[in-house]
């Protein structure tokens, strides 16, 4: 639940001094100016919130690079809004706060004796003297003793240069962390050499701090290659809490090093950073290819060039500044996942353990992101589309699947195959620049082949086998047509979350004329039904012989409580609704539209929605399914503003890799992708007067989408047309969307018979 409530307004102050941060030297304020990289940068606690960090990237970048407050590790980001400590700059894979970073590396300018610990390291800063945006980052700390140090940076796909104005004097210097502890008995092999005679610093870490499965990867490592501008006057290592003077190589576990330069007073030291996952050699040459030259200003002149790309293809006009600021920075947002994981013409993957030939993107936060930000990437960086699939092709044909959640590898985070989904959405959006056949036979694998030690995964324990379930109980689910509870943990979420990766398997089979494959998993899809209670009226946990779970009981810090058998992060009213694929037949099983809508007005009135997590993020929609699309109206107007806010604290949940994020988009421009995979999307209330999509290829066509009167707060459908033809339904397909000049809504301040 949001942590804080307002009004509902959408003009809301902003709790902490921070505001979109504007290039220097840039007179007109274009839609990239709106950007605030502080959105979602803290919460509640520290797991409990929008799990974003303030990087500096371009878009998709491999490597993000970050002002660094606290050691980052799963459900822990390196940067926290509510810090005001500094404990070095890292440059990180972390895709997702529960998501753990891999093949990082970190270094902090200071001064005076090297210390090695976070705590003793730390500078101090305050937010008044920093400054981001997604193309530049500045700040100006504070060392134990007062001295100022200011750090200026920029970057590129997979290296950064940095500014560091050092105080006069010739204790100045720089600490670079190579590898960190040993955690979770896990042996990381770090290495790092000092190379005074080019001034630099080389080296790598097989650190690896997520959720990852698979082969040992004897071959995983975070290789990079640091230049620095001036010759270093002292250096040396340290290796635990150990300082090693005048030393310049060592190798192990949480090691490092440091080099002093003698500075004037206001000095400049360049830093140049290039990272990789293929070699120290890959590293340089990726800095010889993006940073090879020591121009600040050139970096983040290209860096900005490239996000406007983007952001020109979408144009807010109207609304008020926090609108466009919220706005603006959930699309900064959806244009950092996937990320690019090649170098080149090749790159490593972690499936295999091996170097391959092509393109590679990786980290998809799929049981999130297959609901809006896949779809979204479709209109707005459908460049990006075919290579994401192929990606993922390719990790099946390195790993044996295709996986629900690579961070780089296989991971068991969450349930369901939406892989299947993201294939199927592209694929009736007629993207097919990927080995199709290939991709089929990927989700067809999904959806038919279970996992090892299938019937023996009564809690789905994950960490204990270190097996790659993929579908998780498909056994049952295949023999009686749902997971059974007293087989399989989360049962009642597998359930549901398999019939919809069916219905988007099948639509894949019939695109490509498997019309027997077509009709198999669409009667497939249909399963939900058989684990729908029509006495509780939800959909319940099902025992091996057909029985439904009536109580179960657990003790939860030793006090005995009521567990909702069968339910992934959330409760029975998380899943009750959780059927795009086929809701006119939900409706219909729950008894009719009236009974139906009875349940979902409970679903809010009573507070049981939280759009905080991605599981209801379709029910406001709903409505549009029972003759009732004026109440999705309203609420889109009630909800936005509780879980999008212009502050640090502005996300009521994880962005999950964009996810959050999409829903923003297509919520703001007046429409949403209930279900994937059906080349539809429902109606909502559009947030502004008019947005302007400027799509690219395939499409190169520009999208007018004006909502006459929602300026003056109108959020009721009058009428809706496409290019002047009248649209009765709540629903347009994308080849209608992307084929029209003009949306155009009439909006009334009284809700209407529009689309009943």
């Excluded at 896949?374 to 960086?381: D, E, G, I, Q, S």
């Amino acid at each position: 639940m949001k942590y804080h409530l307002i009004a509902f307004s959408w003009i809301l102050t902003c709790f902490f001094s921070c505001s979109s941060p504007v290039e220097r030297g840039h007179l007109e304020r274009d839609n990239l100016d709106y950007v605030n990289s502080f959105i979602g940068s803290t919460g509640p606690s520290d797991s409990d919130y929008g799990g974003t960090i303030p990087a500096v990237a371009p878009p998709f970048a491999m490597t993000q690079w970050c002002a660094m407050t606290r050691e980052n590790f799963i459900s822990n980001n390196p940067y926290n809004y509510r810090d005001f400590t500094l404990i070095g700059f890292i440059g990180t894979h972390q895709p997702a706060i529960w998501m753990g970073d891999y093949g990082f590396m970190s270094f902090l300018p200071s001064s005076g004796k090297v210390k090695i610990s976070p705590e003793e390291r730390s500078l101090t800063f305050k937010h008044s003297e920093e400054e981001a945006s997604p193309y530049f980052y500045s700040v100006e700390a504070k060392t134990k003793d007062n001295k100022k140090i200011k750090t200026e940076m920029a970057s590129t796909l997979r290296c950064a240069i940095f500014n560091v104005t050092f105080p006069q004097g010739d204790d100045n210097y720089i600490f670079v962390e190579a590898s960190r502890k040993i955690t979770d008995e896990k042996e990381f092999d770090g290495f790092i050499r000092l190379l005074p005679e080019s001034n630099e610093i080389v080296g790598y870490n097989s650190d690896r701090y997520s959720y990852m499965l698979g082969p040992d990867l004897p071959n995983f490592k975070g290789y990079f290659v640091m230049q620095f501008s001036k010759p270093f006057s002292r250096k040396g290592l340290w290796k635990q809490d150990q300082l090693m003077e005048d030393q310049t190589e060592q190798n192990g576990d949480h090691i490092g090093g440091y080099v002093y330069f003698d500075t004037k007073k206001s000095e400049l030291v360049q830093v140049k950073v290039a990272t990789s996952f293929i070699s120290i050699e890959q590293a340089r040459e990726n800095l010889d290819h993006e940073i090879p030259a020591w121009d600040f200003q050139q970096v983040v002149d290209g860096n900005r060039a490239e996000w406007k790309k983007y952001f020109d293809r979408v144009t807010v006009d109207g609304g008020s500044e926090d609108q466009k600021v919220s706005f603006y920075s959930a699309l900064h947002r959806t244009l950092q996942y996937p990320r690019i994981f090649s170098e080149y013409g090749k790159y490593y993957s972690a499936f295999d353990d091996a170097i391959h030939e092509g393109v590679s993107y990786n980290d998809y936060s799929l049981w999130d992101t297959f609901r809006a930000q896949h779809p979204w990437l479709t209109l707005v960086a459908p460049e990006h589309v075919n290579p994401m699939i192929q990606s993922l092709v390719q990790m099946y044909e390195e790993g044996g699947w295709i996986p629900k959640w690579p961070n780089p590898t296989y991971s068991n985070i969450m349930i369901g195959t939406h892989a299947d989904a993201v294939v199927a959405d592209a694929y009736v959006k007629n993207f097919r620049g990927y080995d199709v056949d290939k991709a089929y036979e990927a989700i067809y694998k999904n959806a038919m082949t279970p996992p090892e030690n299938d019937t023996n995964m009564r809690w789905a324990d994950r960490e204990i086998t270190k097996l790659y379930e993929a579908r998780g109980g498909l056994t049952y689910y295949k023999e009686k047509g749902f997971v059974p509870a007293d087989k399989t943990a989360e049962s009642v979420s597998r359930t549901l979350e398999f019939a919809y990766d069916d219905f988007c398997v099948a639509k894949v089979a019939k695109g490509l004329g498997k019309m027997e494959d077509y009709e198999y998993f669409m009667n497939r899809s249909r399963n939900y039904i058989n684990v729908y209670d029509s006495i509780s009226g939800f959909m319940s946990a099902r025992n091996y012989d057909g029985s439904f779970v009536k109580e179960v009981k657990h003790k939860v810090d030793e006090v005995e409580q009521i567990v909702e058998e069968g339910i992934t992060e959330g409760g029975r009213w998380t899943y009750l609704f959780c059927v795009m694929q086929d809701v006119g037949g939900l409706i219909s099983l729950m008894g009719g539209r009236d009974k139906f809508t009875t349940m979902l007005d409970r679903n809010f009135d009573e507070g049981h929605f939280q759009h905080r997590n991605e599981p209801g993020h379709h029910f406001i929609y709903l409505y549009n399914y029972a003759g009732q699309p004026w109440k999705t109206q309203e609420k889109i107007w009630e909800h936005t503003p509780l879980n999008y806010q212009n502050a640090p604290d502005g996300l009521s949940g994880n962005d999950d890799c964009g996810q959050m994020s999409a829903w923003l988009i297509f919520s703001s421009m007046g429409f949403y992708p209930v279900a994937p995979g059906n080349g539809q999307y429902a109606i909502g209330s559009p947030l502004f007067p008019k947005v302007t999509l400027d799509l690219p290829a395939p499409y190169n066509k520009k999208i007018t989408i004006t909502a006459v009167g929602v300026a003056e707060g109108k959020k009721y459908i009058k009428s809706l047309t496409m290019d002047g033809k009248p649209i009765s339904k709540p629903f347009i397909n994308h080849e209608d969307l992307v084929a029209c000049d003009n949306l155009v809504f009439e909006m009334s301040d009284t809700p209407t018979d529009w689309g009943k």
